[in-house]
């Protein structure tokens, strides 16, 4: 996709809707249905793993419940791998809202988020503020947070390579915002999504 923050059409979106996603439980969850009656804040991240998406969804967890409340706007997590992890990447967030899975990325090529790399922030570019630790900081929670903490989920984690994208759903099959990312640490800031969701985020 060459326009990385071109918003999906609405046909795009009636279709997406009929995909499937897993919950934490394993039960398959349509995608419409996440933002079918309410304005939906989705974000989809890299893997289960990545220590810099997990970085993202920490401060996503600070967003005021009674901001989102006002807003009438919900946020809600997609990632590619198995439903396995959400338990533990909810509980290593901290975040307290609903968390999905698409193995298959089936949702992700629909959606447009169609890059796969594991590179960073280009050179002369500035990083993204939910990025508080270096680069081998950041790889070494990672790897601690991840495979080491939690054998078992080892392969379950989703893509390595895969990106993931934000996007303001809802409510019905509409789109106002869409950012894809081009590298693995370009999440859009949670300030800014949150300006474009409506919901007041100092």
């Not at 990545?50 to 990632?79: D, F, M, S």
């Not at 338990?87 to 890059?115: S, W």
Request: charged share 20%; glycine share 8%.
């Amino acid at each position: 996709m060459a326009d990385l923050k071109a918003v999906p059409d609405a046909k795009t979106i009636v279709e997406a809707s009929e995909l499937e996603v897993f919950d934490s439980k394993g039960d398959k969850v349509k995608f419409g249905s996440i933002f079918e009656e309410g304005k939906t804040v989705v974000v989809f991240i890299r893997h289960f793993f990545c220590g810099a998406c997990q970085a993202y969804v920490e401060q996503l967890a600070t967003v005021p419940k009674a901001a989102l409340e006002e807003a009438v706007t919900r946020i809600v997590i997609i990632g590619c791998g198995e439903w396995d992890p959400i338990a533990m990447y909810a509980e290593t967030t901290k975040f307290e809202g609903p968390i999905y899975a698409d193995p298959t990325r089936t949702l992700y090529r629909a959606l447009g988020m169609n890059i796969e790399n594991m590179a960073g922030t280009p050179a002369g570019e500035k990083k993204p503020s939910y990025l508080i630790l270096s680069s081998f900081s950041n790889a070494m929670q990672s790897i601690w947070r991840g495979p080491l903490k939690n054998p078992n989920l080892i392969g379950k984690q989703g893509n390595m390579s895969q990106l993931g994208g934000d996007f303001v759903l809802g409510p019905g099959p509409t789109c106002s915002f869409a950012s894809r990312m081009r590298n693995s640490e370009d999440h859009v800031e949670v300030a800014d999504l949150m300006k474009e969701a409506g919901v007041s985020f100092a």
